[in-house]
């Protein structure tokens, strides 16, 4: 089993910028990529980033290109997701996830809210 706890949600205004971290515990080792995914009320959850773990391979959803940057630390077993020039649009609860070999794992989820 896997544990994702996220942190460093909150409210911000409009064009500014939050960082978000994901740490895992566990049985880590079987990860071989870490993910955010985000999602708002009513709507179907959504990609925003993903990293590989053996590699430096990232790949990002068209609405955030540009703007966040996903990273790891892999000694802290932790992802996070630096989301700058954020808009209204960017407010959802946003979810952490880890693939392993035969699972997939889920955070409990942090709000962000980008409002003035």
């Known amino acids: 089993q896997v544990q994702l706890v996220e942190s460093g949600g909150g409210l911000v205004q409009p064009g500014g910028s939050l960082r978000l971290s994901c740490a895992a515990s566990g049985r880590t080792v079987s990860i071989y990529t870490m993910a955010w995914f985000r999602q708002t009320p009513g709507k179907e959850r959504e990609f925003v980033a993903r990293?590989?773990?053996?590699?430096?391979?990232?790949a990002y959803a068209d609405s955030v290109k540009g703007r966040f940057t996903i990273s790891r630390d892999n000694g802290k077993n932790t992802v996070y997701l630096q989301m700058n020039s954020l808009k209204p649009e960017d407010t959802a609860v946003y979810y952490c996830?880890?693939?392993?070999?035969?699972?997939?794992?889920w955070g409990q989820g942090t709000q962000v809210t980008v409002s003035s």
């Open positions: 996830n880890a693939a392993a070999i035969t699972s997939a794992y």
């Open positions: 990293i590989r773990l053996s590699s430096t391979n990232t």
